[in-house]
C-alpha cells in the first residue's frame, strides 16, 4: 500500500526517525488506527488520511513517486512538477508556440515582464541612459510608445485589418491579449495566425529600434511590414499552413502566406453495437473538464438480447480524463460483481487504457490495487474501436 500524497513525518525522540513503522501498523480492522497517526504524523495529514478508505493487499508496503504514472521517480517528472508549481498565463503559452524561433519567444517573455533595456527599467537599476526614443527623437523612449504609440503601430492596423478586428487600439500588452489572443477562431489557420503575428510585429520593432540605435538606419513602416510578411513566408514554408475553411484563402490573397495546404479530409467510420456472444456487455466511458478538473464516468450492461440491465453515471471528484476511464471500467466491473456476473465484455473507446490493461506492469499506482482486485475474477475484453461520425 502507498500513502496517496506526500506527508510530513514528525521526529519523535522514543519514536526515532520512524523508519520501522509499516503502513499496515496504522490499521485495525479496516480502518484507521488515529492514536497510531498522532504519533508520526502531522494533524493536516491525519485529516487527509482519515478521509481516504483504507485499502489492503498482500503487497509489500512501498513508496510511491505520484508525479508519475507508473510511481517511478525519475528526473523529467521532478522537473515537470516544479515547472508546474508556478501556473502559465494564457499570453505565456502563445508566445512559446513551436513555430516560434526560440530567440523571438525569449523576447517576447522579456516583453511581457518588462524586462526588455528601456530607459524606465534600467532607471531601477540605477543606470541613467538617454531616454529619448531613438526613431521620433521627440518623445520618452517606453515600451508603451515603441511598440503600440509610435508611427508603427499602423502594423497592427494593417494586419488587424486583415485579421478582421481593425478598429481595436492596442495601447500596450494587456490590450494585445484582449484583441489578438482571446477572440479565438472557428478556423484554426485563423487562430494560429492570431497567435503568431503578435510575436512577429513585435520582435521586427524591436530590430527597427536596435538598427536605429546602433547602425542609425531608420527603416520606414512599409519596409517593416514586408519584413513581418517575409518572416511569416519563411515559417509557411518550413512548415506548411492547413486551410480548414474556404475563407483561409483570403490570407493567400492578402500575400499574407505563400500557400495554404489543404487539410487531409478524414473518412467517417460508421460503428454499430453488437450483441455479446456470451453473458453480458458493459460499455464504459469517462471524461474530465480540464483534464485534470471535474471529472465524471459512466456505465452501462446490456444482455445478449441487447436489453439495458443497468446505467450509471457518477460524479468523481478531481481527475484526469485517464482516470475517469479506469474509474468508469473499475466501476462497471463492481457492478457486474455485485450482480454476480462472470461472463463479462467490456467495451471502451480509450485505446490507452486497452493497451494497459494488456500489459498488467504498466498500470498505473493510482488504480493498480483497483484494477487487480477487480479483474482477478477474468474479464473478456473487447477490441478497441474509435470512429469519427
Known amino acids: 500500500m502507498a500513502w496517496h500524497s506526500c506527508l510530513s513525518v514528525k521526529y519523535d525522540e522514543e519514536l526515532g526517525n520512524n523508519s520501522n513503522v509499516l503502513v499496515r501498523d496504522l490499521i485495525d480492522n479496516e480502518a484507521w488506527n488515529l492514536d497510531s497517526l498522532q504519533g508520526i504524523l502531522l494533524q493536516d495529514d491525519i485529516n487527509e488520511i482519515e478521509s481516504k478508505d483504507v485499502t489492503l493487499s498482500n503487497e509489500a508496503d512501498d513508496w510511491i513517486w505520484q508525479n508519475d504514472t507508473l510511481g517511478k521517480f525519475s528526473l523529467k517528472s521532478a522537473f515537470n512538477h516544479l515547472q508546474k508549481r508556478q501556473e502559465s498565463s494564457q499570453q505565456c503559452t502563445y508566445i512559446w508556440d513551436k513555430r516560434l524561433q526560440l530567440k523571438i519567444s525569449i523576447f517576447m517573455w522579456r516583453l511581457h515582464n518588462k524586462l526588455l533595456p528601456f530607459a524606465d527599467v534600467l532607471m531601477k537599476t540605477g543606470l541613467n541612459i538617454p531616454s529619448v526614443c531613438s526613431l521620433c527623437r521627440n518623445h520618452v523612449e517606453s515600451i508603451r510608445h515603441n511598440f503600440f504609440e509610435f508611427s508603427y503601430a499602423k502594423h497592427w492596423r494593417h494586419f488587424g485589418a486583415i485579421m478582421v478586428f481593425a478598429n481595436n487600439e492596442i495601447l500596450d500588452f494587456d490590450d494585445l491579449s484582449s484583441t489578438w489572443w482571446t477572440r479565438r477562431q472557428s478556423s484554426k489557420l485563423t487562430w494560429k495566425l492570431q497567435i503568431l503575428l503578435p510575436s512577429l510585429i513585435c520582435w521586427q520593432l524591436w530590430k527597427c529600434r536596435t538598427k536605429a540605435i546602433f547602425e542609425s538606419t531608420i527603416i520606414s513602416p512599409h519596409i517593416a511590414v514586408r519584413l513581418i510578411v517575409q518572416d ?40 454499430t453495437w ?26 452501462v450492461i446490456r444482455d445478449m438480447q441487447g436489453k439495458v440491465i443497468l446505467t450509471e453515471a457518477k460524479f468523481i471528484g478531481t481527475a484526469s480524463n485517464f482516470q475517469a476511464e479506469v474509474e468508469s471500467l473499475v466501476r462497471g466491473m463492481q457492478l457486474c460483481q455485485s450482480l454476480r456476473f462472470t461472463q463479462i465484455e467490456a467495451e471502451t473507446d480509450s485505446k490507452t487504457l486497452v493497451n494497459i490493461l494488456a500489459n498488467p506492469t504498466s498500470w498505473p499506482w493510482r488504480s493498480k490495487h483497483s484494477l487487480k482486485k477487480n479483474m482477478a475474477f477474468g474479464t473478456k475484453y473487447a477490441s478497441h474501436r474509435s470512429a469519427c461520425v
Open 232 to 271: 511569416l513566408h519563411i515559417m509557411a514554408k518550413a512548415v506548411p499552413f492547413k486551410a480548414s475553411s474556404a475563407k483561409d484563402s483570403s490570407f493567400v490573397t492578402a500575400g499574407l502566406i505563400p500557400f495554404a495546404k489543404e487539410a487531409r479530409k478524414s473518412t467517417p467510420l460508421f460503428l
Open 274 to 299: 453488437t450483441l455479446p456472444t456470451n453473458g453480458i456487455k458493459i460499455n464504459v466511458d469517462g471524461s474530465s473538464i480540464g483534464n485534470p478538473g471535474d471529472a465524471g464516468c459512466g456505465v
